[in-house]
């Protein structure tokens, strides 16, 4: 079975500052995908960015990047330059098998401090 | 243009009622996804489709049906209303490969059961 966990129901950050956001997970498969999504106000889940295990590199896009710690089973999110759009859930995911069943973890909320 | 796309956005209904979301994608993909949100902001996956075929069915009550006429579209039913079916239902596709995927998701209906 699958599990996500993120311990951190709750974050804040000042606007331009960077903020890390927490996520491990738990697996037996050894291919899977890790992700983080994004949900706004407006419920719509969107994707930040994805890390496929077998890749030693960590993703990044834009001011979002990851720290894919696989010995620890560790996926933090790094947010840099904070802006106030970045406001929202973020929502740890972990997917494997070739069903590509997506097990979430319940989300970090993130504020961002004018 | 919107890839994936439910209606209705929001439904409030009585105990005891049958209702039905609707889903479609416009992505070409082959596997389609209802997952419940709960108050807590929990996500949870339900139902896996793919290419009309029922993939994954959770512990789901009975109550809950998904239909796919084709493999652009997969409808929710729900019989028998109850409370605790309050909820955001999302629906989400994905291609169907055995590696790297991520799912794309709708923008949710929020099912209020009165």
């Known amino acids: 079975a699958q599990t996500v966990t993120q311990s951190q129901p709750e974050m804040s950050v000042q606007e331009a500052e960077t903020v890390t956001l927490s996520c491990t997970y738990d697996?037996?498969?050894?291919?899977?995908?890790l992700f983080w999504y994004k949900q706004p106000p407006s419920r719509q889940m969107i994707l930040v960015i994805r890390?496929?295990?077998?890749?030693?590199q960590n993703a990044t896009e834009n001011r979002f990047s990851v720290n894919f710690q696989k010995a620890a089973k560790s996926f933090s999110l790094k947010i840099s330059d904070s802006q106030l759009g970045d406001a929202a859930m973020y929502f740890c995911?972990?997917?494997?098998?070739?069903?590509?069943?997506?097990?979430f973890g319940t989300g970090t909320k993130l504020q961002v401090i004018p | 243009d919107t890839a994936v796309s439910q209606t209705p956005k929001y439904l409030v209904t009585q105990m005891g009622n049958d209702k039905s979301i609707k889903c479609e994608q416009n992505?070409?993909?082959?596997?389609m996804y209802w997952y419940k949100q709960d108050s807590k902001k929990f996500l949870k996956i339900m139902f896996s489709?793919?290419?009309?075929?029922?993939?994954i069915n959770e512990t789901v009550p009975n109550r809950f049906s998904p239909k796919s006429p084709d493999k652009a579209h997969l409808n929710l039913h729900i019989n028998s209303l109850e409370l605790g079916d309050s909820a955001v239902y999302f629906c989400?596709?994905?291609?169907?490969?055995?590696?790297?995927?991520?799912?794309?998701f709708g923008q949710g209906t929020r099912l209020t059961v009165v």
């Open positions: 989400a596709s994905s291609p169907w490969t055995g590696g790297n995927t991520e799912a794309f």
């Open positions: 697996t037996s498969e050894s291919d899977y995908y």
């Open positions: 890390q496929e295990a077998y890749k030693q």
């Open positions: 995911a972990q997917g494997s098998g070739g069903y590509q069943k997506v097990t």
């Open positions: 992505l070409g993909h082959d596997t």
């Open positions: 489709y793919n290419n009309k075929e029922l993939i």
